[in-house]
T-cell receptor, first 111, second 117 residues
Framework: EADIYQTPRYLVIGTGKKITLECSQTMGHDKMYWYQQDPGMELHLIHYSYGVNSTEKGDLSSESTVSRIRTEHFPLTLESARPSHTSQYLC??????????FGQGTRLTVV | AQSVAQPEDQVNVAEGNPLTVKCTYSVSGNPYLFWYVQYPNRGLQFLLKYITGDNLVKGSYGFEAEFNKSQTSFHLKKPSALVSDSALYFCAVRDLILTGGGNKLTFGTGTQLKVEL
């Protein structure tokens, strides 16, 4: 089992609310990633980090923001959620030549 | 730029028959290749990887994949499929040469495997 955790697993919120999706890993990995995935569909990289205080936007434009203040923690924030943000969000981490380890995902529904 | 292609959206196979899920890639340097599996409402689980060495890589749950440099392919295979293998499979590539912003993991679009009795 990979030691990477996402909370919450499921979240239903109203339009306009601010939300933060949590991602933590206990493996000491320097690289962390956020992917967005619609049901049964491809993954799109929206944010990544190569270390503390390092964050970059991914291949898919996203209204979300991320921070990396601690190695183990990589939260994703939506300042004002909209129905178009409804999706599954997957967090991953890796280090060196290892494969990426994924969390269980957060399924977000904005109503 | 690196890319991965999974040409089949869905693969159907009868239980007990061999299965193949196709993947081709494009990188500027040497590839670092992966296969992941995803069950409904779950994250991705690592199956196997190729870095260097033998072209035939063995992974979890009886899966294996064959690296073919001349065809730039990394097809996933299993000699005898199980109903429980039904899931979404992703191929991914990373360029071993690139560093910094280029050293990202790029995923294919996924292939839905359906194994029936």
């Amino acid at each position: 089992e990979a030691d990477i955790y996402q909370t919450p697993r499921y979240l239903v919120i109203g339009t306009g609310k601010k939300i933060t999706l949590e991602c933590s890993q206990t493996m000491g990995h320097d690289k962390m990633y956020w992917y967005q995935q619609d049901p049964g569909m491809e993954l799109h990289l929206i944010h990544y980090s190569y270390g503390v205080n390092s964050t970059e936007k991914g291949d898919l434009s996203s209204e979300s923001t991320v921070s990396r203040i601690r190695t183990e923690h990589f939260p994703l924030t939506l300042e004002s959620a909209r129905p178009s943000h409804t999706s599954q969000y997957l967090c991953a981490s890796r280090s060196g030549r290892t494969e990426a380890f994924f969390g269980q995902g957060t399924r977000l529904t904005v109503v | 730029a690196q890319s991965v292609a999974q040409p089949e959206d869905q693969v159907n196979v009868a239980e007990g028959n061999p299965l193949t899920v196709k993947c081709t890639y494009s990188v500027s340097g040497n590839p670092y290749l992966f296969w992941y599996v995803q069950y409904p409402n779950r994250g991705l689980q690592f199956l196997l990887k190729y870095i260097t060495g033998d072209n035939l890589v063995k992974g979890s749950y009886g899966f294996e994949a064959e690296f073919n440099k001349s065809q730039t392919s990394f097809h996933l295979k299993k000699p005898s499929a199980l109903v429980s293998d039904s899931a979404l499979y992703f191929c991914a590539v990373r360029d071993l040469i690139l560093t910094g912003g280029g050293n990202k993991l790029t995923f294919g679009t996924g292939t839905q495997l359906k194994v029936e009795l």
